[in-house]
């Protein structure tokens, strides 16, 4: 099972809305609406940012939110922050012996 | 509020057993949750080792599975990892962590590097 793709890198002006893309296949993104993201600052621990594709966690801001089209799920930050500027990974749900894949991360810059 | 705490050894030796213990404080195991273990080697991603379901169902990365044994302590309200025959490859960042689903990780450790080095 092969990690899902994500851009490498991202990045966006304080105030400007960006989107990261996750893709994989049917057995995974496609298939179920088992999608997550996670940020990820330096040195520390990943945080839940969305599970079940587009639902927040109580205490993630609303500048956050997921989407999926076919095998593609998408986060969108809106009215970019300093403190966004972080590493992001999807995972999923797959269908394959491995159960669970995270994606292959994405740096998110803040300009 | 979950609370997790990885504690173990911070360099093993090749060809040795990593064992990890994770206290859990704030929910008690026995009572729900999936609790599991994600590591992500210096400068690199995540990826997923296994978790056991606080029934003692366990579901393990196949590309780990021979290797790997996560158990539950629940008179101690812990669980741990054992990973053996460990190579320079295992040197990762292990986290601890839990959810209300296998795929979810909602709450985590703050991680413990294990380094494999002779």
């Known amino acids: 099972q092969s990690a899902l793709t994500q851009p490498a890198s991202v990045s966006g002006s304080p105030g400007q809305s960006i989107t990261i893309s996750c893709t994989g296949t049917?057995?995974?993104?496609?298939?179920?609406?088992?999608v997550s993201w996670y940020q990820q600052h330096p040195g520390k621990a990943p945080k839940l940012m969305i599970y079940?594709?587009?639902n927040r966690p109580s205490g993630v801001s609303n500048r956050f939110s997921g989407s999926k089209s076919g095998n593609t799920a998408s986060l969108t930050i809106s009215g970019l922050q300093a403190e966004d500027e972080a590493d992001y990974y999807c995972?999923?749900?797959?269908?394959?012996?491995?159960?669970?894949?995270f994606g292959t991360g994405t740096k998110v810059t803040v300009l | 509020q979950v609370q997790l705490q990885e504690s173990g050894p911070g360099l093993v030796k090749p060809s040795e057993t990593l064992s990890l213990t994770c206290a859990v404080s704030?929910?008690?195991?026995?009572?729900?949750?999936?609790w599991g273990w994600i590591r992500q080697p210096p400068g690199k991603g995540l990826e997923w080792i296994g978790s056991?379901?606080?029934?003692?169902?366990?579901y393990y990365n196949p590309s780990l599975k021979s290797r790997v044994t996560i158990s539950v302590d629940t008179s101690k309200n812990q669980f741990s990892l054992k990973l053996s025959s460990v190579t320079a490859a295992d040197t990762a960042v292990y986290y601890c962590?839990?959810?209300?689903?296998?795929?979810?990780?909602?709450?985590w450790g703050q991680g413990t590097l294990v380094t494999v080095s002779s």
């Open positions: 962590a839990s959810g209300r689903q296998l795929v979810t990780e909602t709450y």
């Open positions: 704030g929910y008690s195991i026995s009572s729900g949750y999936y």
């Open positions: 056991i379901y606080h029934s003692g169902s366990t």
């Open positions: 049917s057995s995974d993104v496609g298939g179920y609406n088992y």
């Open positions: 079940d594709v587009s």
């Open positions: 995972s999923s749900y797959t269908s394959s012996s491995t159960l669970k894949v």
